[in-house]
Protein backbone atom coordinates (compact mmCIF):
# COMPACT_ATOMS: atom_id res chain seq x y z
CA UNK A 1 0.00 0.00 0.00
CA UNK A 2 2.61 2.36 1.27
CA UNK A 3 4.10 2.22 -2.54
CA UNK A 4 1.31 2.99 -4.07
CA UNK A 5 0.32 6.36 -2.00
CA UNK A 6 3.35 7.96 -1.94
CA UNK A 7 3.53 8.99 -5.86
CA UNK A 8 -0.33 9.90 -5.11
CA UNK A 9 0.41 12.16 -2.44
CA UNK A 10 3.47 13.59 -4.45
CA UNK A 11 0.97 14.10 -7.59
CA UNK A 12 -1.27 15.95 -5.40
CA UNK A 13 1.58 18.36 -4.35
CA UNK A 14 2.59 18.76 -8.08
CA UNK A 15 -0.88 19.98 -8.83
CA UNK A 16 -1.46 21.65 -5.81
CA UNK A 17 2.01 24.04 -6.44
CA UNK A 18 1.04 24.58 -9.79
CA UNK A 19 -1.38 27.92 -11.20
CA UNK A 20 -4.43 25.35 -11.81
CA UNK A 21 -6.16 27.13 -14.44
CA UNK A 22 -3.05 27.40 -17.07
CA UNK A 23 -2.05 23.28 -17.01
CA UNK A 24 -5.74 22.34 -16.84
CA UNK A 25 -7.52 20.77 -19.57
CA UNK A 26 -9.93 23.22 -21.04
CA UNK A 27 -13.81 21.59 -20.71
CA UNK A 28 -15.80 20.84 -24.44
CA UNK A 29 -18.74 21.50 -21.77
CA UNK A 30 -19.69 22.55 -18.48
CA UNK A 31 -22.56 22.29 -16.47
CA UNK A 32 -23.28 23.65 -13.74
CA UNK A 33 -26.09 24.72 -11.09
CA UNK A 34 -27.27 21.17 -10.43
CA UNK A 35 -27.26 18.50 -7.53
CA UNK A 36 -24.82 15.98 -9.08
CA UNK A 37 -24.85 12.38 -7.65
CA UNK A 38 -21.72 11.43 -8.60
CA UNK A 39 -21.79 8.27 -6.95
CA UNK A 40 -18.11 7.89 -6.37
CA UNK A 41 -16.80 6.55 -3.05
CA UNK A 42 -17.64 9.22 -0.62
CA UNK A 43 -21.34 9.36 -1.89
CA UNK A 44 -19.84 13.06 -3.11
CA UNK A 45 -22.65 15.58 -4.28
CA UNK A 46 -21.47 17.92 -6.91
CA UNK A 47 -23.26 21.03 -7.95
CA UNK A 48 -21.44 21.09 -11.54
CA UNK A 49 -19.23 18.81 -13.97
CA UNK A 50 -16.77 19.06 -16.55
CA UNK A 51 -16.78 17.38 -19.54
CA UNK A 52 -13.73 17.17 -21.80
CA UNK A 53 -13.29 14.21 -24.79
CA UNK A 54 -16.68 12.65 -24.06
CA UNK A 55 -15.18 12.15 -20.51
CA UNK A 56 -15.45 13.47 -17.41
CA UNK A 57 -12.55 16.37 -16.99
CA UNK A 58 -13.83 16.66 -12.92
CA UNK A 59 -17.10 16.62 -10.53
CA UNK A 60 -17.20 19.39 -8.16
CA UNK A 61 -18.24 23.53 -6.99
CA UNK A 62 -19.86 25.82 -9.74
CA UNK A 63 -16.65 27.67 -8.83
CA UNK A 64 -14.17 25.00 -9.38
CA UNK A 65 -16.05 23.98 -12.73
CA UNK A 66 -16.22 26.96 -14.45
CA UNK A 67 -12.22 27.55 -13.99
CA UNK A 68 -12.41 24.58 -16.67
CA UNK A 69 -14.27 26.87 -18.87
CA UNK A 70 -12.45 28.67 -22.01
CA UNK A 71 -13.54 30.24 -25.25
CA UNK A 72 -15.42 27.71 -27.06
CA UNK A 73 -17.14 25.92 -23.87
CA UNK A 74 -20.45 25.19 -24.59
CA UNK A 75 -22.30 25.76 -20.79
CA UNK A 76 -24.94 23.79 -20.25
CA UNK A 77 -27.16 25.91 -16.72
CA UNK A 78 -29.26 22.63 -15.09
CA UNK A 79 -31.24 25.50 -12.98
CA UNK A 80 -30.84 22.83 -9.68
CA UNK A 81 -32.05 20.01 -10.89
CA UNK A 82 -30.64 16.25 -9.95
CA UNK A 83 -28.25 14.84 -12.09
CA UNK A 84 -27.71 10.88 -12.13
CA UNK A 85 -24.68 8.30 -13.55
CA UNK A 86 -26.22 7.11 -16.62
CA UNK A 87 -28.96 4.46 -15.94
CA UNK A 88 -27.91 0.55 -17.29
CA UNK A 89 -30.28 -2.39 -17.38
CA UNK A 90 -28.67 -5.67 -15.95
CA UNK A 91 -31.00 -7.88 -17.76
CA UNK A 92 -32.98 -6.66 -20.52
CA UNK A 93 -34.67 -7.60 -23.98
CA UNK A 94 -34.11 -4.76 -25.32
CA UNK A 95 -32.50 -6.03 -28.78
CA UNK A 96 -35.59 -7.95 -29.37
CA UNK A 97 -37.92 -5.42 -28.07
CA UNK A 98 -36.72 -2.64 -30.26
CA UNK A 99 -36.90 -5.14 -33.81
CA UNK A 100 -40.78 -4.48 -33.62
CA UNK A 101 -40.93 -0.90 -31.65
CA UNK A 102 -41.61 0.86 -34.83
CA UNK A 103 -44.73 -1.12 -35.98
CA UNK A 104 -46.09 -3.28 -33.00
CA UNK A 105 -48.35 -1.76 -30.33
CA UNK A 106 -47.77 -2.07 -26.56
CA UNK A 107 -49.82 -1.94 -23.46
CA UNK A 108 -46.64 -1.40 -21.32
CA UNK A 109 -47.90 1.74 -19.01
CA UNK A 110 -51.65 1.99 -20.65
CA UNK A 111 -53.52 2.74 -17.50
CA UNK A 112 -56.60 0.97 -18.56
CA UNK A 113 -58.32 -1.83 -20.85
CA UNK A 114 -60.22 0.84 -22.41
CA UNK A 115 -57.37 2.11 -23.60
CA UNK A 116 -55.46 -0.87 -24.59
CA UNK A 117 -58.50 -1.43 -26.66
CA UNK A 118 -58.66 1.89 -28.23
CA UNK A 119 -55.56 1.63 -29.34
CA UNK A 120 -56.31 -1.60 -31.45
CA UNK A 121 -59.02 0.48 -32.56
CA UNK A 122 -56.65 3.00 -33.56
CA UNK A 123 -54.10 0.26 -35.34
CA UNK A 124 -57.22 -0.83 -37.32
CA UNK A 125 -58.13 2.29 -38.74
CA UNK A 126 -54.26 3.08 -39.62
CA UNK A 127 -52.40 0.01 -40.89
CA UNK A 128 -53.12 -1.68 -43.76
CA UNK A 129 -56.03 -3.84 -44.23
CA UNK A 130 -55.62 -7.81 -43.32
CA UNK A 131 -51.96 -6.94 -41.27
CA UNK A 132 -51.74 -8.15 -38.11
CA UNK A 133 -51.82 -6.06 -34.85
CA UNK A 134 -49.88 -7.70 -32.22
CA UNK A 135 -49.85 -6.83 -28.38
CA UNK A 136 -46.77 -8.90 -27.40
CA UNK A 137 -46.76 -9.27 -23.53
CA UNK A 138 -45.19 -6.66 -21.12
CA UNK A 139 -48.66 -5.95 -19.69
CA UNK A 140 -50.69 -7.85 -16.69
CA UNK A 141 -54.58 -6.95 -15.45
CA UNK A 142 -53.18 -5.74 -12.26
CA UNK A 143 -52.59 -2.12 -14.07
CA UNK A 144 -55.91 -2.19 -15.51
CA UNK A 145 -58.88 -0.68 -12.80
CA UNK A 146 -60.98 -3.29 -14.90
CA UNK A 147 -58.81 -5.89 -13.56
CA UNK A 148 -59.02 -8.10 -16.67
CA UNK A 149 -57.96 -8.88 -19.68
CA UNK A 150 -59.76 -8.48 -22.68
CA UNK A 151 -62.18 -10.61 -24.65
CA UNK A 152 -62.32 -12.01 -27.94
CA UNK A 153 -65.25 -10.56 -28.81
CA UNK A 154 -64.07 -6.98 -27.76
CA UNK A 155 -61.08 -7.57 -29.83
CA UNK A 156 -63.37 -8.43 -32.82
CA UNK A 157 -65.29 -5.09 -31.91
CA UNK A 158 -62.12 -2.97 -31.96
CA UNK A 159 -60.65 -4.45 -34.75
CA UNK A 160 -63.56 -6.38 -37.23
CA UNK A 161 -61.88 -9.14 -39.53
CA UNK A 162 -58.68 -8.06 -38.74
CA UNK A 163 -55.66 -10.94 -37.19
CA UNK A 164 -55.11 -9.75 -33.62
CA UNK A 165 -52.72 -11.49 -31.40
CA UNK A 166 -52.82 -10.05 -27.37
CA UNK A 167 -50.31 -11.79 -25.45
CA UNK A 168 -50.37 -11.70 -21.57
CA UNK A 169 -46.78 -12.15 -19.86
CA UNK A 170 -46.33 -15.59 -20.37
CA UNK A 171 -49.64 -17.30 -19.60
CA UNK A 172 -52.52 -15.99 -22.08
CA UNK A 173 -52.88 -15.22 -25.32
CA UNK A 174 -56.40 -13.96 -27.13
CA UNK A 175 -56.64 -14.66 -31.01
CA UNK A 176 -59.11 -13.43 -32.91
CA UNK A 177 -60.60 -15.62 -35.70
CA UNK A 178 -59.09 -13.99 -38.56
CA UNK A 179 -55.82 -14.82 -36.77
CA UNK A 180 -56.66 -18.03 -36.20
CA UNK A 181 -57.28 -18.82 -39.85
CA UNK A 182 -53.90 -17.13 -40.45
CA UNK A 183 -52.20 -19.26 -38.06
CA UNK A 184 -54.25 -22.59 -39.63
CA UNK A 185 -54.88 -23.54 -35.53
CA UNK A 186 -57.76 -26.10 -35.47
CA UNK A 187 -59.18 -27.71 -32.30
CA UNK A 188 -56.33 -30.50 -32.78
CA UNK A 189 -53.84 -28.63 -33.46
CA UNK A 190 -50.97 -29.72 -31.17
CA UNK A 191 -49.79 -26.28 -28.98
CA UNK A 192 -46.40 -26.70 -27.43
CA UNK A 193 -46.34 -26.50 -23.87
CA UNK A 194 -50.07 -24.86 -23.89
CA UNK A 195 -53.85 -25.67 -25.01
CA UNK A 196 -56.78 -23.88 -26.58
CA UNK A 197 -60.07 -23.02 -25.20
CA UNK A 198 -62.72 -25.16 -26.31
CA UNK A 199 -66.83 -23.93 -26.48
CA UNK A 200 -69.39 -26.68 -25.86
CA UNK A 201 -69.22 -28.11 -29.34
CA UNK A 202 -65.71 -28.39 -29.18
CA UNK A 203 -64.45 -25.11 -30.84
CA UNK A 204 -61.94 -22.80 -30.32
CA UNK A 205 -62.97 -19.93 -28.31
CA UNK A 206 -59.39 -18.20 -28.97
CA UNK A 207 -58.05 -18.08 -25.62
CA UNK A 208 -55.01 -19.65 -24.88
CA UNK A 209 -53.07 -21.04 -22.12
CA UNK A 210 -49.06 -22.00 -21.66
CA UNK A 211 -45.49 -20.92 -20.74
CA UNK A 212 -42.92 -19.60 -22.93
CA UNK A 213 -42.86 -22.32 -25.75
CA UNK A 214 -46.21 -21.90 -26.35
CA UNK A 215 -46.23 -18.22 -27.23
CA UNK A 216 -42.81 -18.73 -29.23
CA UNK A 217 -44.98 -20.90 -31.46
CA UNK A 218 -47.74 -18.42 -31.91
CA UNK A 219 -45.36 -15.56 -32.45
CA UNK A 220 -43.33 -17.48 -34.91
CA UNK A 221 -46.46 -17.58 -37.41
CA UNK A 222 -46.72 -13.63 -37.62
CA UNK A 223 -45.06 -12.20 -39.93
CA UNK A 224 -42.00 -10.09 -38.67
CA UNK A 225 -41.16 -6.32 -39.49
CA UNK A 226 -39.19 -5.33 -42.60
CA UNK A 227 -35.45 -4.74 -41.61
CA UNK A 228 -36.19 -1.13 -42.36
CA UNK A 229 -38.80 -0.99 -39.79
CA UNK A 230 -35.89 -3.33 -37.54
CA UNK A 231 -33.31 -0.54 -37.60
CA UNK A 232 -36.16 2.14 -37.03
CA UNK A 233 -37.27 0.36 -34.14
CA UNK A 234 -34.18 -0.39 -32.68
CA UNK A 235 -33.68 3.67 -33.35
CA UNK A 236 -36.57 4.53 -31.60
CA UNK A 237 -36.57 2.39 -28.48
CA UNK A 238 -32.75 3.13 -27.87
CA UNK A 239 -34.22 6.88 -27.92
CA UNK A 240 -37.70 5.94 -25.43
CA UNK A 241 -34.85 4.10 -23.35
CA UNK A 242 -32.57 7.68 -23.10
CA UNK A 243 -36.16 9.37 -22.27
CA UNK A 244 -35.97 7.53 -19.17
CA UNK A 245 -31.94 8.36 -18.20
CA UNK A 246 -30.92 5.10 -19.67
CA UNK A 247 -27.17 4.64 -21.07
CA UNK A 248 -26.48 1.43 -21.39
CA UNK A 249 -27.94 -2.12 -21.54
CA UNK A 250 -26.58 -5.96 -20.69
CA UNK A 251 -28.57 -7.73 -22.86
CA UNK A 252 -30.03 -11.15 -23.87
CA UNK A 253 -31.56 -12.22 -26.97
CA UNK A 254 -34.30 -14.65 -25.45
CA UNK A 255 -37.01 -16.56 -27.10
CA UNK A 256 -37.34 -15.99 -30.57
CA UNK A 257 -34.24 -13.91 -31.23
CA UNK A 258 -31.67 -15.56 -34.14
CA UNK A 259 -27.93 -14.37 -34.87
CA UNK A 260 -29.51 -12.22 -38.48
CA UNK A 261 -31.73 -10.49 -35.51
CA UNK A 262 -28.47 -8.75 -34.58
CA UNK A 263 -28.10 -7.04 -37.92
CA UNK A 264 -29.84 -4.43 -36.54
CA UNK A 265 -28.36 -3.61 -33.97
CA UNK A 266 -25.35 -4.08 -35.71
CA UNK A 267 -26.32 -1.77 -38.87
CA UNK A 268 -26.78 1.10 -36.21
CA UNK A 269 -23.26 0.73 -34.98
CA UNK A 270 -21.75 0.96 -38.29
CA UNK A 271 -24.08 4.41 -39.04
CA UNK A 272 -22.42 5.44 -35.85
CA UNK A 273 -26.00 6.17 -34.88
CA UNK A 274 -25.93 4.10 -31.20
CA UNK A 275 -27.55 6.18 -28.38
CA UNK A 276 -26.90 3.63 -26.10
CA UNK A 277 -24.24 1.32 -24.82
CA UNK A 278 -25.38 -2.55 -25.58
CA UNK A 279 -23.26 -5.20 -24.32
CA UNK A 280 -24.79 -8.13 -25.97
CA UNK A 281 -24.68 -12.12 -25.25
CA UNK A 282 -25.47 -15.11 -27.28
CA UNK A 283 -27.59 -17.66 -26.80
CA UNK A 284 -28.89 -21.45 -28.69
CA UNK A 285 -32.78 -21.95 -29.62
CA UNK A 286 -31.90 -25.44 -30.45
CA UNK A 287 -31.27 -28.93 -29.02
CA UNK A 288 -27.89 -28.80 -30.07
CA UNK A 289 -26.88 -26.03 -27.84
CA UNK A 290 -23.15 -27.02 -27.44
CA UNK A 291 -22.06 -27.09 -30.86
CA UNK A 292 -24.22 -23.83 -31.35
CA UNK A 293 -21.59 -21.68 -29.45
CA UNK A 294 -18.70 -23.60 -30.05
CA UNK A 295 -19.79 -22.32 -34.08
CA UNK A 296 -21.45 -18.89 -32.92
CA UNK A 297 -18.24 -18.02 -30.81
CA UNK A 298 -15.88 -19.17 -33.63
CA UNK A 299 -15.89 -15.19 -34.55
CA UNK A 300 -16.47 -13.39 -31.33
CA UNK A 301 -13.57 -13.95 -29.50
CA UNK A 302 -14.76 -12.49 -25.56
CA UNK A 303 -15.16 -8.41 -25.52
CA UNK A 304 -15.29 -8.62 -29.23
CA UNK A 305 -16.33 -4.51 -29.85
CA UNK A 306 -16.22 -1.53 -28.70
CA UNK A 307 -17.87 0.79 -25.70
CA UNK A 308 -21.22 0.94 -28.10
CA UNK A 309 -21.76 -2.41 -28.83
CA UNK A 310 -19.62 -5.38 -26.98
CA UNK A 311 -19.94 -9.14 -26.76
CA UNK A 312 -20.27 -9.97 -23.32
CA UNK A 313 -20.37 -13.76 -23.02
CA UNK A 314 -23.48 -16.55 -23.20
CA UNK A 315 -26.89 -16.44 -21.82
CA UNK A 316 -29.03 -16.19 -20.27
CA UNK A 317 -29.96 -19.60 -21.18
CA UNK A 318 -26.84 -21.98 -21.76
CA UNK A 319 -29.04 -24.84 -22.26
CA UNK A 320 -32.89 -25.24 -22.40
CA UNK A 321 -33.06 -28.68 -20.58
CA UNK A 322 -32.79 -27.19 -17.18
CA UNK A 323 -35.41 -24.28 -17.75
CA UNK A 324 -37.31 -23.38 -14.61
CA UNK A 325 -39.95 -20.82 -16.06
CA UNK A 326 -40.78 -17.14 -15.75
CA UNK A 327 -41.63 -17.44 -11.95
CA UNK A 328 -41.14 -19.31 -8.97
CA UNK A 329 -43.66 -22.11 -8.10
CA UNK A 330 -44.17 -23.79 -11.81
CA UNK A 331 -43.62 -27.86 -11.69
CA UNK A 332 -40.00 -28.18 -12.53
CA UNK A 333 -38.14 -31.47 -12.89
CA UNK A 334 -34.87 -31.94 -15.14
CA UNK A 335 -33.40 -34.79 -15.85
CA UNK A 336 -29.72 -36.56 -14.76
CA UNK A 337 -28.64 -35.94 -18.75
CA UNK A 338 -29.99 -32.39 -18.71
CA UNK A 339 -27.75 -31.74 -15.75
CA UNK A 340 -25.17 -33.34 -17.66
CA UNK A 341 -25.62 -31.08 -20.99
CA UNK A 342 -25.84 -27.98 -19.05
CA UNK A 343 -22.48 -28.68 -17.26
CA UNK A 344 -20.44 -29.43 -20.49
CA UNK A 345 -21.41 -26.46 -21.53
CA UNK A 346 -20.86 -24.21 -18.50
CA UNK A 347 -17.06 -25.95 -18.45
CA UNK A 348 -16.32 -25.41 -22.39
CA UNK A 349 -17.54 -21.98 -21.04
CA UNK A 350 -14.92 -21.47 -17.97
CA UNK A 351 -11.90 -23.36 -20.48
CA UNK A 352 -12.35 -20.34 -22.70
CA UNK A 353 -12.99 -17.37 -19.84
CA UNK A 354 -16.04 -16.77 -21.52
CA UNK A 355 -18.60 -14.67 -19.25
CA UNK A 356 -21.78 -16.97 -18.24
CA UNK A 357 -24.98 -15.43 -17.26
CA UNK A 358 -27.98 -17.93 -16.49
CA UNK A 359 -31.57 -17.36 -16.03
CA UNK A 360 -32.85 -19.03 -12.42
CA UNK A 361 -36.31 -17.97 -11.37
CA UNK A 362 -36.33 -20.35 -8.41
CA UNK A 363 -33.92 -20.90 -5.91
CA UNK A 364 -34.60 -24.46 -6.39
CA UNK A 365 -32.80 -24.33 -10.37
CA UNK A 366 -30.05 -21.96 -8.30
CA UNK A 367 -29.44 -24.50 -6.01
CA UNK A 368 -28.90 -27.53 -8.79
CA UNK A 369 -26.90 -24.52 -11.26
CA UNK A 370 -24.54 -24.06 -8.36
CA UNK A 371 -23.58 -27.35 -7.54
CA UNK A 372 -22.59 -27.34 -11.38
CA UNK A 373 -20.28 -23.80 -11.37
CA UNK A 374 -18.90 -24.79 -8.18
CA UNK A 375 -17.84 -28.33 -9.51
CA UNK A 376 -16.25 -26.42 -12.79
CA UNK A 377 -14.49 -24.18 -10.28
CA UNK A 378 -12.25 -27.20 -8.60
CA UNK A 379 -11.02 -27.44 -12.22
CA UNK A 380 -11.12 -24.05 -13.65
CA UNK A 381 -11.13 -21.12 -11.12
CA UNK A 382 -14.16 -18.49 -12.47
CA UNK A 383 -13.86 -15.94 -10.57
CA UNK A 384 -12.39 -13.64 -13.01
CA UNK A 385 -15.29 -14.74 -15.34
CA UNK A 386 -17.69 -12.62 -13.30
CA UNK A 387 -20.45 -15.59 -13.92
CA UNK A 388 -24.01 -14.39 -13.28
CA UNK A 389 -27.41 -16.04 -12.47
CA UNK A 390 -30.59 -13.69 -13.49
CA UNK A 391 -33.84 -13.33 -10.91
CA UNK A 392 -33.80 -15.98 -8.11
CA UNK A 393 -36.99 -14.18 -6.42
CA UNK A 394 -36.78 -16.78 -3.49
CA UNK A 395 -32.84 -16.98 -3.06
CA UNK A 396 -31.94 -18.18 -0.05
CA UNK A 397 -28.61 -17.13 2.17
CA UNK A 398 -26.81 -20.29 1.33
CA UNK A 399 -27.98 -19.49 -2.35
CA UNK A 400 -26.25 -16.17 -2.02
CA UNK A 401 -23.25 -17.09 0.02
CA UNK A 402 -22.54 -19.92 -2.27
CA UNK A 403 -22.44 -17.52 -5.39
CA UNK A 404 -20.66 -14.50 -3.52
CA UNK A 405 -17.64 -17.45 -2.88
CA UNK A 406 -17.53 -17.43 -6.49
CA UNK A 407 -17.36 -14.22 -6.82
CA UNK A 408 -20.76 -14.47 -8.69
CA UNK A 409 -22.93 -11.29 -9.39
CA UNK A 410 -27.00 -11.19 -8.78
CA UNK A 411 -28.82 -9.76 -11.55
CA UNK A 412 -32.58 -8.51 -9.81
CA UNK A 413 -35.05 -7.19 -11.74
CA UNK A 414 -39.07 -5.99 -10.70
CA UNK A 415 -40.75 -9.18 -11.89
CA UNK A 416 -42.46 -8.96 -9.14
CA UNK A 417 -44.52 -5.27 -10.03
CA UNK A 418 -46.74 -7.50 -12.54
CA UNK A 419 -46.25 -11.16 -11.51
CA UNK A 420 -46.24 -10.17 -7.37
CA UNK A 421 -49.35 -11.97 -6.71
CA UNK A 422 -48.46 -14.95 -8.34
CA UNK A 423 -45.37 -15.23 -6.31
CA UNK A 424 -47.59 -14.27 -3.57
CA UNK A 425 -49.57 -17.51 -4.08
CA UNK A 426 -46.98 -19.50 -3.96
CA UNK A 427 -44.40 -18.42 -1.65
CA UNK A 428 -47.30 -17.08 1.62
CA UNK A 429 -47.06 -13.97 2.64
CA UNK A 430 -43.90 -14.30 4.85
CA UNK A 431 -41.38 -15.46 2.43
CA UNK A 432 -42.39 -12.84 0.45
CA UNK A 433 -41.32 -10.25 2.68
CA UNK A 434 -37.99 -10.93 1.66
CA UNK A 435 -38.52 -11.52 -2.54
CA UNK A 436 -36.01 -11.01 -3.29
CA UNK A 437 -33.67 -10.66 -0.07
CA UNK A 438 -31.61 -7.52 -1.91
CA UNK A 439 -30.55 -6.54 1.59
CA UNK A 440 -29.00 -9.70 2.95
CA UNK A 441 -27.03 -9.72 -0.43
CA UNK A 442 -25.85 -6.51 -0.34
CA UNK A 443 -24.80 -7.03 3.00
CA UNK A 444 -22.93 -10.02 2.45
CA UNK A 445 -20.97 -7.54 -0.48
CA UNK A 446 -22.48 -9.51 -3.32
CA UNK A 447 -22.67 -7.99 -6.76
CA UNK A 448 -25.94 -7.24 -6.79
CA UNK A 449 -27.28 -4.83 -10.00
CA UNK A 450 -30.87 -4.06 -11.11
CA UNK A 451 -33.22 -4.47 -14.26
CA UNK A 452 -36.50 -5.34 -15.42
CA UNK A 453 -36.38 -8.55 -17.46
CA UNK A 454 -38.35 -6.31 -19.83
CA UNK A 455 -40.17 -6.70 -22.41
CA UNK A 456 -42.50 -9.54 -22.15
CA UNK A 457 -42.63 -9.86 -18.41
CA UNK A 458 -42.26 -6.83 -16.84
CA UNK A 459 -41.97 -2.68 -17.77
CA UNK A 460 -38.81 -1.45 -19.17
CA UNK A 461 -39.34 1.83 -17.20
CA UNK A 462 -35.88 2.32 -14.77
CA UNK A 463 -38.09 4.56 -12.30
CA UNK A 464 -40.62 1.68 -11.90
CA UNK A 465 -38.33 -0.86 -11.40
CA UNK A 466 -36.26 1.39 -8.69
CA UNK A 467 -39.82 2.49 -7.12
CA UNK A 468 -40.53 -1.06 -6.55
CA UNK A 469 -36.91 -1.74 -5.10
CA UNK A 470 -37.37 0.58 -2.73
CA UNK A 471 -41.11 -0.05 -1.48
CA UNK A 472 -41.95 -3.69 -2.80
CA UNK A 473 -45.16 -3.08 -3.69
CA UNK A 474 -47.00 -5.13 -6.48
CA UNK A 475 -48.47 -3.03 -9.54
CA UNK A 476 -52.05 -2.58 -7.91
CA UNK A 477 -50.09 -1.66 -4.75
CA UNK A 478 -50.19 -4.39 -2.62
CA UNK A 479 -47.74 -4.46 0.07
CA UNK A 480 -44.94 -7.73 -0.93
CA UNK A 481 -41.23 -7.59 -0.02
CA UNK A 482 -40.61 -5.11 3.11
CA UNK A 483 -38.14 -3.02 4.74
CA UNK A 484 -35.62 -5.42 6.28
CA UNK A 485 -35.10 -6.67 2.49
CA UNK A 486 -35.54 -2.96 0.59
CA UNK A 487 -31.82 -0.72 -0.20
CA UNK A 488 -32.02 2.55 0.39
CA UNK A 489 -32.43 5.55 -2.56
CA UNK A 490 -28.44 5.33 -2.97
CA UNK A 491 -28.23 1.40 -2.84
CA UNK A 492 -31.16 1.78 -5.24
CA UNK A 493 -29.80 3.72 -7.62
CA UNK A 494 -25.82 2.45 -7.35
CA UNK A 495 -27.65 -1.26 -8.44
CA UNK A 496 -28.78 0.80 -11.75
CA UNK A 497 -25.78 2.23 -12.43
CA UNK A 498 -21.91 0.99 -10.74
CA UNK A 499 -23.01 -1.97 -9.34
CA UNK A 500 -24.56 -3.03 -13.07
CA UNK A 501 -21.46 -1.74 -15.25
CA UNK A 502 -19.76 -4.48 -12.82
CA UNK A 503 -21.63 -6.88 -14.58
CA UNK A 504 -20.35 -5.80 -17.89
CA UNK A 505 -16.89 -5.50 -16.49
CA UNK A 506 -16.98 -1.69 -17.11
CA UNK A 507 -16.70 -0.03 -14.10
CA UNK A 508 -13.65 1.65 -14.76
CA UNK A 509 -14.98 3.13 -17.89
CA UNK A 510 -18.46 4.08 -16.21
CA UNK A 511 -21.57 3.83 -13.73
CA UNK A 512 -20.20 7.04 -11.56
CA UNK A 513 -19.36 10.24 -12.60
CA UNK A 514 -15.67 10.51 -11.84
CA UNK A 515 -12.70 11.66 -13.69
CA UNK A 516 -12.07 9.89 -16.17
CA UNK A 517 -15.06 7.98 -16.75
CA UNK A 518 -17.39 8.43 -19.70
CA UNK A 519 -19.74 11.45 -19.34
CA UNK A 520 -23.32 9.08 -18.79
CA UNK A 521 -25.35 11.17 -17.08
CA UNK A 522 -28.73 11.43 -16.93
CA UNK A 523 -30.48 15.19 -15.68
CA UNK A 524 -33.67 14.58 -14.11
CA UNK A 525 -37.08 15.64 -14.12
CA UNK A 526 -37.44 15.94 -10.45
CA UNK A 527 -35.33 15.02 -6.99
CA UNK A 528 -34.37 11.25 -7.18
CA UNK A 529 -33.23 11.35 -3.40
CA UNK A 530 -36.43 13.47 -2.28
CA UNK A 531 -39.32 13.24 -4.09
CA UNK A 532 -42.02 10.99 -2.35
CA UNK A 533 -41.80 6.84 -3.17
CA UNK A 534 -44.39 6.88 -4.87
CA UNK A 535 -43.88 9.57 -7.13
CA UNK A 536 -40.20 7.69 -8.34
CA UNK A 537 -41.82 5.85 -10.92
CA UNK A 538 -42.67 8.76 -12.79
CA UNK A 539 -39.53 10.27 -13.05
CA UNK A 540 -37.58 10.73 -16.49
CA UNK A 541 -34.69 12.41 -18.12
CA UNK A 542 -34.64 16.14 -19.56
CA UNK A 543 -31.18 15.58 -20.78
CA UNK A 544 -29.48 12.31 -21.13
CA UNK A 545 -25.45 12.70 -22.10
CA UNK A 546 -23.91 9.51 -23.61
CA UNK A 547 -19.93 9.84 -23.91
CA UNK A 548 -20.89 13.71 -23.53
CA UNK A 549 -23.45 13.31 -26.92
CA UNK A 550 -26.86 14.84 -25.85
CA UNK A 551 -28.77 11.61 -26.91
CA UNK A 552 -32.10 12.87 -25.61
CA UNK A 553 -33.62 16.31 -24.77
CA UNK A 554 -36.73 18.39 -23.55
CA UNK A 555 -38.03 21.09 -22.88
CA UNK A 556 -35.16 23.92 -22.07
CA UNK A 557 -32.47 21.36 -23.72
CA UNK A 558 -34.80 20.36 -26.23
CA UNK A 559 -32.41 21.76 -28.95
CA UNK A 560 -29.02 20.54 -27.45
CA UNK A 561 -30.45 16.77 -28.80
CA UNK A 562 -28.21 15.16 -31.28
CA UNK A 563 -25.05 17.48 -30.19
CA UNK A 564 -22.49 17.53 -30.40
ZN1 LIG B 1 -34.76 -15.15 -17.51
Redo the contacts with the bound molecule.
Sequence with gaps: MTNRLVPIAALALAVAGAPAHAQAPVADMILVNGKVITLDDASSVAQAIAIRDGKILAAGSVEDIRKRAGAGTGIIDLGGRTVVPGLMDSHIHALRAGLTYAVELSWIGVPSLARGLDLIREAARTSPPGTWIKIGGGWTELQFPEKRGPTVEELVAAAPDRPVYVQRLYNTAWITPAGIRLMKLAPDTEIPGGKGEKDASGNLTGVFTGVNRTFNFFTAKIPGPSFTDQVAGTRKYFRELNRLGMTAVNDFPGGGMFPEDFRAVQTLWSRGDMTLRVAFHISSNSQHTLDDFKALTLFTPMNFGDDMLRYRGIG?SLTQGIYDG?TVGLPYNPGARDWEEFCAVAKWAAERGINVHQ?AASDRAATKILDCFEAVNKDIPIAAMRWQI??IENASDDTLRRMKALNMGWAVQDRLVYSGQIVLKALGPEASMRAPPIKTALKMGLHVAAGT?SDQVAPYNPFVSIRWLLDGKVIDGTPMRGPEESPDREEALRMYSRNAAWFTFDEARRGSLEPGKYADLAVLSDDYMTVPVEKVGELHAVLTLVGGRAVYGEGPFAALEGKP
Design positions: ESHAHD
